[in-house]
């Protein structure tokens, strides 16, 4: 028995009214390779399916007048690596994304999928928030946009109204001299949940880091902006002393769990290693722009 | 609730079923289009056993609903031999790159699925690329190495 409905519709305003009307019984679908699990495991029960799939605006990669790129919620991680310009300047958002899951899991699951699943182990949300991403949703009440980093309100949890879509997000232009990078920390090579993730944009004038943000998964009921490490790199040389400053910016914003992946002391003590190591691999691209 | 009608195209042919709006890809595929050849091995996106591909792409089926194939084009392993058998499939058979074969049918379609994007892969490549489709038998040297083979193969390349 099932009286679940299924509605693809082709048009933004289609889908709010839509997952409005399902009184909180709606669920959006992106990619499915969250919300399917769930639905399968019996913890999420929707008597609505609105997958959005089939929305042009958030399905597209475009680039932004002033040189940034607004890519769709519903973009998957295989479409982020193809587009040809995306990947040279905003690697490591790109290589956020494509760490989620093995290559079929690439065909389907979504940046937008990844940020309103609320997890905060979401690979690609700390490197959104490295970014500095800006989230555009819509609602009955209309559009409006978020910092990324204000949209997760603990495990599971969105600062969004009810009957909010994401749409998209929009990544500025860049500086010369700027890059990211992201890099996790797994007990394995690949297939899992990052115990510890790390992103870092930043820009170099002359070897001079004038800009900084920096994002850490994993270690808080959110994804964090750490703007402690930020103003530690802000003026430095990426200097040992600079990069041991952010690292205990990094380690002073924890507020991990202790589980099977990791325990409190090895998320926090790994949270300052991965700062060095990502901000290393980000310094050494911006190097190259 | 009444059953969806969808319309799709399965391995080059026209198809047409009726689904739950909650039924997975792999729910119809194996039961009401009785094509067995993709496998559950878990049903959470874990074991890549149940891989096909939509409109060319990769996916598990057991993560995707019926409903989402309306007016898509979908490959399952059913569609890979010809009149002969696929040099990925002959190559298996050839090196013995299986056991119990319950794995088979996924790790065939996503390498398949490599050497078009990827006809002259890495080792790496190979093993990241099939780092979803999880196979308890024949500890993955076989399945990479048939699959360098195949590659090597189809470039027209020696051994
Ligand atoms: C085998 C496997 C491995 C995985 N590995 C990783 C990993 O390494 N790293 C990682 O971070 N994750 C991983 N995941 C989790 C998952 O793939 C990611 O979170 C993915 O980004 C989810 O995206 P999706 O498009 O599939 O989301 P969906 O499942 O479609 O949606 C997820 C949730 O967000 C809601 N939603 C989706 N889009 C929107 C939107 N635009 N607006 C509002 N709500 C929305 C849905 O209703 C649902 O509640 C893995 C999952 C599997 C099955
Ligand atoms: S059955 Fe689909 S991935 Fe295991
Ligand atoms: S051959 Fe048995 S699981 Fe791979």
């Known amino acids: 028995m099932t009286d679940i409905q299924y509605l693809a519709p082709r048009t933004l305003d289609e889908a709010v009214q839509a997952f409005a009307a399902s ?25 609505t399916i609105i997958d959005i799939k089939k929305i042009g605006e958030m399905t597209a990669i475009e680039e932004t007048a002033g040189g940034g790129f607004r890519v769709g919620a519903g973009v998957s991680g295989a479409i982020l690596r ?3 310009k995306l990947k040279k300047v905003w690697p490591g958002v790109v290589e956020a994304a494509n760490l989620i899951g093995s290559t079929q899991i690439q065909g389907r699951a979504t940046a937008g999928g990844n940020l309103c699943n609320g997890s905060p182990a979401g690979d690609s949300v700390p490197a959104m928030v490295a970014a500095g991403a800006i989230v555009t949703i819509q609602g009955p009440k209309g559009r409006r946009e978020l910092p990324v980093e204000a949209v997760p309100k ?17 990544l500025p232009a860049r500086p010369k001299g700027s890059s990211d990078a992201y890099l996790r ?10 115990v510890v993730g790390c992103g870092v944009s930043l820009t170099l004038e002359k070897g001079v880091c004038t800009a900084a943000r920096v994002g850490l998964g994993a270690v808080a009921p959110t994804v964090l902006l750490v703007e402690g490490a930020a103003k530690a790199l802000i003026g430095s040389k990426l200097d040992e002393a600079a990069l041991d400053k952010a690292a205990n910016a990094c380690r002073a914003a924890c507020r991990p769990i202790d589980d099977k992946r990791g325990t409190i002391a090895y998320r926090t003590q790994i949270a300052g290693v991965l700062l060095k190591r990502t901000a290393a691999i980000a310094a050494e691209r911006a190097g190259r722009n | 609730m009444a059953k969806l009608h969808v319309s799709t195209t399965i391995n080059g042919e026209p198809q047409e079923f009726l689904c739950d709006a909650d039924q997975s890809m792999l729910d119809v595929l194996r039961g009401p289009l009785g094509l067995t050849g993709s496998k559950e091995g878990c049903g ?22 019926a409903a989402e194939a309306e007016g898509r084009q979908i490959a399952t392993i059913e569609g890979m031999a010809g009149e002969e058998l696929h040099p990925l499939q002959t190559k298996f058979l050839e090196m013995a790159a299986l056991q119990c074969g319950i794995c088979t049918p996924g790790v065939l379609m996503a390498a398949k699925s ?11 490549e190979v093993r990241f690329w099939l780092a979803g489709n999880l196979c308890r038998c024949t500890g993955y040297d076989k399945i990479v190495r048939a699959v360098m083979e195949t590659a090597a193969d189809m470039r027209g390349g020696a051994r």
Do not use: W, Y
């Open chain 1, 185 to 194: 920390m797994i007990p394995r090579t690949e297939m899992d949940i990052a």
């Open chain 1, 154 to 170: 603990g495990p599971g949890r969105l600062n969004l109204e009810p009957g909010e879509i994401v749409v998209s997000f929009t």
């Open chain 2, 44 to 65: 959470s996106g874990d074991c890549g056993a149940c891989s096909i591909t939509l409109d060319g792409r990769l996916v598990c089926s057991c993560l995707m609903l």
């Open chain 2, 114 to 124: 490599l050497l078009e994007r990827n006809p002259d892969p890495t080792e790496h």
């Open chain 1, 82 to 84: 193809e587009h040809p």
């Open chain 1, 23 to 47: 009184s909180g019984k709606g669920r959006i679908l992106a990619g499915g390779t969250d919300l399917l699990v769930q639905m399968r495991a019996g913890t999420v029960t929707p008597h």
